[in-house]
């Protein structure tokens, strides 16, 4: 049973530039989530994204954005990158909203550096 | 804002002892709480979870406890083993889908 999957597992990027990371959700999972985890702190919600849709939205720029494919996979956008976009970039999958069942499996991440 | 806080931000344990994590949260529409594990380099690692009409559930080696009426989850785990070195996160979920976590508690096991 494949877990969650993320690629790249390090980027370095300067500034002003824009980078997509990549996520495949544990099989049989059709939502996707996204979580930015500045060092030494817990990760933060960004956004969520089931049937190829942005359902929920924390309190991130529109710098960042994403997209569902048919086949669950998901990327994050993030444009004109800050210095402080340097962080690890958690992706995280789940059944569908309304299942009952709300456990959200994490992928290892992806460490953006910003320069 | 509301947000889920651990009361410890470290814990040094002895090998063999039990380990007990706190976390106090502050949204009472809360229903849903999860522990993860992090060890250094990777993603957070599902440990165990409750509801909120539950007060206790165990697991392998660990048992989560929820006090509603002081809005206080805590994570015990048993015979502490050197692999049980990470940081912990407790997490929410406000029937929302998407997790609120505390800053997390660094565990560290002594031989």
């Known amino acids: 049973d494949a877990g969650v999957t993320q690629s790249p597992t390090h980027l370095i990027k300067t500034r002003g530039q824009q980078v997509t990371l990549r996520c495949s959700p544990k099989?049989?999972?059709?939502?996707v989530s996204w979580y930015q985890q500045a060092l030494g702190q817990g990760p933060q919600f960004i956004f969520q994204y089931y049937e190829e849709e942005e359902r929920q939205r924390g309190n991130f720029p529109d710098r960042f954005s994403g997209h569902q494919f048919p086949n669950y996979s998901s990327e994050l956008n993030v444009n004109a990158l800050l210095l402080g976009d340097s962080a690890l970039y958690l992706c995280?999958?789940?059944?569908?909203?309304?299942?009952?069942?709300?456990?959200?499996?994490f992928g290892p991440g992806t460490r953006l550096l910003v320069l | 804002g509301e947000s889920v806080g651990l009361h410890l931000p470290t814990l040094s344990v002895q090998e063999g002892d039990n380990s007990i994590i706190n976390c106090a949260y502050s949204n009472s529409a809360s229903d849903y709480f999860i522990w993860y594990k992090q060890e250094s380099g990777k993603g957070p690692q599902f440990i165990i979870d409750?509801?909120?009409?539950?007060d206790k559930r165990q697991g392998q080696r660990v048992t989560v406890l929820l006090n509603k009426t002081v809005k206080h989850l805590s994570l015990q785990i048993a015979a502490t083993q050197p692999g049980d070195s990470a940081v912990y996160f407790c997490a929410e979920n406000k029937n929302d889908y998407k997790l609120s976590f505390g800053a997390g508690t660094t565990v560290t096991v002594r031989a």
């Open positions: 099989s049989g999972h059709d939502t």
């Open positions: 995280a999958s789940s059944l569908a909203p309304g299942t009952g069942v709300e456990t959200q499996y």
């Open positions: 409750i509801r909120s009409n539950m």
